[in-house]
């Protein structure tokens, strides 16, 4: 059953971002920083004079703002293009009416953009960029689908069916980075000390979760938690992550032991 990528979008702009712009530049208009609040949080980084990471809603309406084209659709195409990388699949697409539906409950994001134009954080026109930024939270996939996306980027952001690359090899490790300390809106922290993985959640309730170079998970189930995260996906992903001694910082010891565990050695 196919659901929105809602805030799981965020990776791909961002990822776009990080093939378009060097280091430098990028930081000029978005941080690295974990916010610490929610993820609609009306916040930034004051010493910077910008959102304090991708992954968060002002964050990912700065790096949408990045998206080169002439009109709307061409942005758009764009940002999508490195979903589709990603996918596998020429065939996705921002579902209308659901964008529809996610502009006329906006007034939040509109409010965050404005006032992020007010401060300088972008520039142009607000609704065109608001209109743009649902629309790339509206793409539809399924859980399969949004598994080979995260393959892909445990894969160096290469496809491992194709062969397409979605991002420059000299920025997956920023991408992922990203992902890892902000990528789970405010239990981020727990997300890292009970999984260690990177991953990316949406209120749809998806979770992207990439196992660098060794696979990527994709999870589906709508029931939210506190921070706005799958309950039952990140319970999932526990389980996974420890079964099968996938977190970044586990000891080569704790791998054998949950290798042994789970085959009854």
């Known amino acids: 059953?196919?659901?929105?990528?809602?805030?799981?979008?965020?990776?791909?702009?961002?990822?776009?971002?990080?093939?378009?712009?060097?280091?430098?530049e990028l930081a000029e208009t978005v941080g690295v920083e974990p916010s610490g609040d929610p993820f609609n949080s009306i916040t930034f980084d004051e010493r910077h004079d910008r959102p304090f990471n991708p992954m968060v809603n002002a964050g990912a309406l700065a790096t949408t703002s990045l998206a080169a084209g002439a009109t709307p659709e061409e942005r758009l195409d764009r940002i999508v293009?490195?979903?589709?990388?990603?996918?596998?699949?020429?065939?996705?697409?921002?579902?209308?009416?659901?964008?529809a539906a996610e502009l006329r409950g906006a007034d939040h994001n509109r409010a965050t953009a404005y006032l992020m134009r007010a401060q300088g954080m972008v520039q142009g026109d607000v609704e065109e960029l608001l209109g743009l930024y649902?629309?790339?939270?509206?793409?539809?996939?399924?859980?399969?689908?949004?598994?080979?996306?995260?393959?892909?980027?445990?894969?160096?952001?290469?496809?491992?069916?194709?062969?397409?690359?979605?991002?420059?090899?000299?920025?997956?490790?920023?991408?992922?980075?990203?992902?890892?300390?902000?990528?789970?809106?405010?239990?981020?922290?727990?997300?890292?000390?009970?999984?260690?993985?990177p991953a990316k959640s949406g209120v749809s309730g998806g979770i992207?979760?990439?196992?660098?170079?060794?696979?990527?998970?994709?999870?589906?189930?709508p029931g939210l938690d506190a921070s706005g995260n799958?309950?039952?996906?990140?319970?999932?992903?526990?389980?996974?992550?420890?079964?099968?001694?996938?977190?970044?910082?586990?000891?080569?010891?704790?791998?054998?032991?949950?290798?042994?565990?789970?085959t009854g050695d």
Request: one cysteine or more; aromatic letters at 6%; a negative charge.
């Open 1 to 24: 059953m196919p659901f929105a990528l809602q805030s799981m979008s965020k990776v791909f702009s961002y990822a776009l971002a990080l093939s378009r712009h060097d280091s430098e």
């Open 81 to 99: 293009g490195v979903m589709r990388t990603c996918a596998g699949d020429d065939g996705l697409h921002a579902d209308e009416e659901t964008a």
């Open 134 to 197: 649902l629309r790339q939270c509206s793409v539809h996939v399924t859980c399969g689908q949004l598994a080979t996306m995260a393959a892909t980027l445990a894969n160096g952001c290469v496809h491992p069916t194709t062969g397409d690359r979605a991002v420059p090899k000299d920025r997956v490790r920023d991408l992922l980075s990203v992902m890892y300390t902000c990528g789970m809106y405010d239990s981020t922290g727990e997300w890292a000390y009970d999984v260690g993985l």
């Open 208 to 221: 992207l979760v990439v196992v660098p170079g060794k696979m990527g998970i994709g999870v589906w189930s």
């Open 230 to 262: 799958s309950a039952r996906g990140v319970a999932v992903c526990e389980e996974i992550s420890r079964g099968l001694g996938l977190h970044l910082f586990a000891t080569e010891d704790e791998d054998r032991l949950t290798r042994e565990e789970a």
